[in-house]
């Protein structure tokens, strides 16, 4: 069936890397932009990265730009997030989704059901 | 502070109608870039409600509707029912950051 399930979270320390993985299924993945979007516990939802259908182009929040990189594997239909010098206010789930329409119109129509990253000593 | 403005709460008896407002800028909704709503079910992944402003993916009940106007959007839910109580996000996309924004999010109560 058509999904994306997130993987690679877990429990790590203040200024280390974690790479978190989506496997896409159902669909015909490099046919669409993907992103990651996250949600610390109790908050809102944050906009993270995205990459567009062919990897060619990828954009950032300033919150994470410079530490967090998008990239994709359409040949493994996989979508990864390489997070490095983590800090306590990273701790949160993290959803990769699905894109729609153009970058500016962009909307999300599928979700993976998330991975918790938790940073701390 | 999110860039998109919800209310934190609203609620609403069931059977009545509710609406949810998404209140943007000049760089964001009101430059007409679409607004769409995802609905968050306590301990799920968020779902798409509503896209492009007004538009219903399948699944969606004609009870939930969208609207824009100006630089403020809203999320109307008619015939509330208490697997509606959940929270509610919009997003748009901004021009001055160059990227996605989401609204802060609001919790809807069924009383």
Known sequence: QVQLVE?????????RSQRLSCAASGYTFGGHGMYWVRQAPGKGLEWLAAIWD??????YADSVKGRFTISRDNSKS????????????????????RARNSWTKNYLDL???????TVSS | QSVLTQPPSVSGAPG???TISCTGSSSNIGTSYDVHW???LPGTAPTLLIYGNNNRPSGVPDRISGSKSGTSASLAITGLQADDEADYYCQSYDSSLSGVVFGGGTKLTVL
């Open chain 2, 16 to 18: 009545q109608r509710v």
């Open chain 1, 78 to 97: 996989a979508l990864y997030l390489q997070m490095n010098s983590l800090r306590a206010e990273d701790t949160a789930v993290y959803y990769c989704a």
């Open chain 1, 7 to 15: 993987s690679g979270g877990g429990v790590v320390q203040p200024g």
């Open chain 1, 54 to 59: 062919d990897g060619s182009y990828q954009y």
């Open chain 2, 38 to 40: 995802y609905q968050q």
């Open chain 1, 111 to 117: 979700w993976g059901q998330g991975t918790l990253v």
